[in-house]
């Protein structure tokens, strides 16, 4: 099983970026899906959470409102796109996928690689 996460870079605060995470998962719609961030020296953290057929997302309150987390099940994908974005955004992004509905990172069943992003104020 693969998690190929992408799509970060380098913005401007106030900018957006759409993560893309692709999925070598054969019975994708069988995982929630969920994203998490790690800043240097700081330890990993839930952004945001998708059920398995998109009907149910969950987000942490320092990004309600501005990231939004959606799938694709037939291209076996999950996206996280980012608005409104802060220098306390710059992390590396992770995406992860549970056979259960959780925001722990210790429930999660696999991980892909992350990708950075860097929020210049």
């Known amino acids: 099983v693969q998690l190929q996460a992408s799509g970060g870079g380098l913005v401007q605060a106030g900018g957006s970026l759409r993560l893309s995470c692709a999925a070598s998962i054969r019975t994708f719609s069988s995982y929630a899906m969920a994203w998490f961030r790690q800043a240097p020296g700081k330890e990993r953290e839930f952004v945001a959470r998708i059920s398995r057929y998109g009907g149910s997302t969950y987000y942490a309150d320092s990004v309600k409102g501005r990231f939004t987390i959606s799938r694709d099940n037939a291209k076996s994908t999950v996206y996280l796109q980012m608005n409104s974005l802060k220098s306390e955004d710059t992390a590396v992004y992770y995406c992860?996928?549970?056979?259960?509905?959780?925001?722990?990172?210790?429930?999660?069943?696999?991980w892909g690689k992350g990708t950075l992003v860097t929020v210049s104020s």
């Open positions: 992860a996928a549970s056979s259960v509905p959780t925001t722990r990172p210790g429930d999660m069943n696999y």
